[in-house]
């Protein structure tokens, strides 16, 4: 059996390492150091990429905020006011002669509506009050087709409470009378 600081079979004496307290301080401290350094770094890098972006955002705010010289957009001449008046006026008439009568349901109106909705967006150089007129006739249209849903008031479902076919229809004659009486 051997004895402590003792190996059998031969003769010389393996003595223990022990640790002294000032050895296990170097030890920490060089791992302090080291984690530490890249501590600093770490934070000089998180610190440095937050203030990049705080000043590009505030450049950023300060270059669209600048005035700018207006737009300087040719006017429209009457032969591109005229053709467009008359594609929203066609593109009315399309429409509302493809609906059936008497709608019964949204799906009757959405169609129309859709294409007339976006023969208003194409045509914006189109004579104003015939675009307000059309405008209007959609809004009127967009009502008539939220009335005919079968779900009454529920939630967030809110059907107009005060659509009248008088006044849809007066709304559609309108357009009706400014576009056929439309020359220029």
Known sequence: MSTFGERRGSG??????????????GQLSKRRSSSGWFVAVLAAAVLGATAGGAAGVAFGARMMS?????STAAPVSSNEINAATTDLCT????GYQSMPSPQESGFD??????YIADALRDNPEADAEIRAAIAE???QAREHAAWLINDRRAGAIQPPSSWSKDSANAADQRVWDLCRAYSK
């Open 66 to 70: 600048q005035d700018k010289p207006p």
């Open 91 to 94: 593109r009315f008439a399309a």
């Open 137 to 139: 006739s959609l809004r």
């Open 109 to 114: 109106l959405l169609p129309t509506l859709n």
């Open 12 to 25: 010389a004496v393996d003595y223990p390492v022990i640790s002294t307290p000032s050895a296990q301080l």
